[in-house]
C-alpha cells in the first residue's frame, strides 16, 4: 500500500508541476533518443560493411594482379613472370586441398553506350561459376550462362547502377549495348552490391553496380588487349569448403604463386573473413563511443533531476516534517521522492523511446545515411534513463529523509 500511496504522491507531483515536470525531462529525453538514434546509425555502418564483405564471400580467398607501372611490369616479364594465369589457376585447383570452386576474371575500362547515353564501365570476363562464388544474385533476367562461355557469345550483364544510367525506366533485356567498339545483348540485370568505399590491397575503391560482365571466354578471344604485357587474369577468387583454413590455404596458395612467378611481388591475396572480423571489432568500438557521447546527455539529464528535487524537498520541507511527527519512517520519506525522481525518469524514458525510434526511422528515410533499429538499443537507452533517475534522485530523497521533524514543520 506503501509502494502504491508513493506512486500517487509522484504522479500527483508531475500533473501539479507540467511545465516544471516537462523541462526537467528534457536532458532525459533527448538522452535517451540520442542513445537510440547513435546505435542505429552505427548499427547501419556495420550492416553496409558486413553487407560489402560478404559480396566478396566469406568462406573465400582472392587473388589480385597487381596494378605495376610499365617499368615494374617490364621488369617482372624480364623475370620470367607471366603474371596471373589461368596455369596458375590449374596449379591452384590441383595442389590445395579443400576447394569448393575457382572463378578466374578479367577486367578493362570501357564506355559503355546504348543510344544518346553512354557511361564508363569496367568490363569483367567471368566465368558462369561465379555465381555460387561471389553471392551475385539477378534481379531481371539471366547471368552469363554455360551455353554463353562455351559458344563465346556477346552477351552482357549490366550492374543495377549502369543498367540505370543507360536505360532509365526502359527494360534493358534482349537490347544491344555498345562496349568499346564492340556489340552486346543484355541478357540480365544484378540486384544492387554494396558500395567498396576504400581500397584494400589490389581491391579498388569503387562502385561495383558499374560494372558490366561478359563471358570469360569472349573476352580473351574478343577484347584487345591495352597492352602486350598485360597479364592474362586480373583476379582469381577462390571459394573453400572449410573457413576455418583460410589462413592455411592462403598461405600454400602465397608459396605456389611464388615459385611459379619466381619471386615476383606482382600478385597479392586478400582474405574477406578477415577484413570483416577486423571491420567488426572496429564497429564495435564505433557504437560504443556513439552510445557513450549520447549517454552524456542522460548524465545531464540527472543531474537536472537531482537539482529539481533538492528544491523540491526545500519547497515540502513543512511537510515531510509533518509526516515525520505523525509516524512516517525515514525510509518512507527516501521512498517517495525516489519514487518521484523514478517517475520523471520513467516517463522521460519512454517518451524518449518514441523520439528516437522517430528520429531513427526518418533520418534512414530521409538522408542517404542507412539506420539499423535493434531492440537492444531501446533497452539499454530506457534502462540507463531508469538508472539515472534512481542515481541521482537518491541524493535529495537522503536529505529529505535526514530532516528533523521540529525543524521542518517550522521552517518558512
Request: with cysteine; net charge neutral; glycine share 8%.
Amino acid at each position: 500500500m506503501q509502494t502504491k500511496e508513493n506512486i500517487r504522491v509522484a504522479l500527483n507531483g508531475l500533473r501539479d508541476h507540467k511545465f516544471r515536470s516537462f523541462l526537467t525531462m528534457l536532458g532525459i529525453i533527448f538522452g535517451t533518443a540520442s542513445v537510440i538514434t547513435m546505435i542505429s546509425i552505427g548499427e547501419g555502418a556495420k550492416k553496409q560493411a558486413m553487407a560489402k564483405y560478404q559480396d566478396l564471400g566469406v568462406s573465400n580467398i582472392i587473388i589480385r594482379d597487381k596494378d605495376l607501372t610499365d617499368a615494374d611490369l617490364e621488369q617482372a616479364r624480364i623475370k620470367f613472370s607471366q603474371g596471373l594465369s589461368f596455369s596458375d589457376t590449374r596449379a591452384i585447383t590441383e595442389i590445395v586441398p579443400g576447394i569448393k570452386g575457382v572463378a578466374p576474371q578479367s577486367e578493362i575500362k570501357l564506355d559503355a553506350m546504348y543510344g544518346d547515353k553512354s557511361s564508363k564501365a569496367t568490363v569483367i570476363g567471368v566465368t558462369p561459376e561465379v555465381t555460387n562464388i561471389l553471392n551475385f544474385r539477378v534481379a531481371k533476367g539471366n547471368f552469363i550462362n554455360h551455353d554463353n562461355y562455351n559458344r563465346q557469345l556477346k552477351v552482357c550483364v549490366l550492374g543495377a547502377n549502369i543498367a540505370r544510367e543507360l536505360f532509365s525506366i526502359e527494360d534493358p533485356i534482349g537490347k544491344n549495348i555498345k562496349l568499346g567498339d564492340q556489340w552486346f545483348e543484355v541478357t540480365g540485370v544484378l540486384e544492387t552490391k554494396a558500395l567498396f568505399t576504400e581500397t584494400v590491397g589490389e581491391l579498388a575503391a569503387r562502385d561495383l553496380n558499374n560494372d558490366v560482365y561478359i563471358p570469360l571466354s569472349t573476352f580473351s578471344s574478343r577484347v584487345p588487349k591495352t597492352n602486350i604485357l598485360t597479364s592474362e587474369l586480373k583476379q582469381v577468387t577462390v571459394k573453400l569448403e572449410n573457413s576455418e583454413m583460410l589462413i592455411e590455404s592462403a598461405a600454400v596458395m602465397r608459396s605456389i604463386l611464388s615459385r611459379r612467378h619466381f619471386n615476383n611481388d606482382d600478385f597479392s591475396i586478400i582474405i574477406p573473413y578477415e577484413l570483416m572480423e577486423q571491420e567488426k571489432r572496429e564497429s564495435r568500438i564505433y557504437n560504443l563511443l556513439l552510445a557513450s557521447i549520447a549517454a552524456i546527455s542522460l548524465l545531464v539529464g540527472g543531474i537536472g533531476i537531482m537539482n529539481i528535487m533538492l528544491a523540491t524537498v526545500m519547497e515540502r520541507t513543512q511537510e515531510i516534517g509533518i509526516r515525520r511527527a505523525i509516524g512516517g519512517k525515514r525510509s518512507d520519506i527516501m521512498g517517495q521522492f525516489v519514487t518521484e525522481a523514478m517517475a520523471m525518469s520513467i516517463t522521460g524514458g519512454l517518451i524518449g523511446v518514441f523520439l528516437g525510434i522517430f528520429l531513427s526511422l526518418g533520418i534512414g528515410f530521409v538522408t542517404e545515411v542507412m539506420t539499423l533499429l535493434t531492440f537492444y538499443s531501446i533497452i539499454i537507452a530506457f534502462g540507463f534513463s531508469v538508472i539515472v533517475g534512481i542515481t541521482f534522485g537518491y541524493l535529495p530523497a537522503k536529505r529529505a529523509a535526514d530532516l528533523k521533524p521540529i525543524e521542518s514543520i517550522r521552517h518558512e
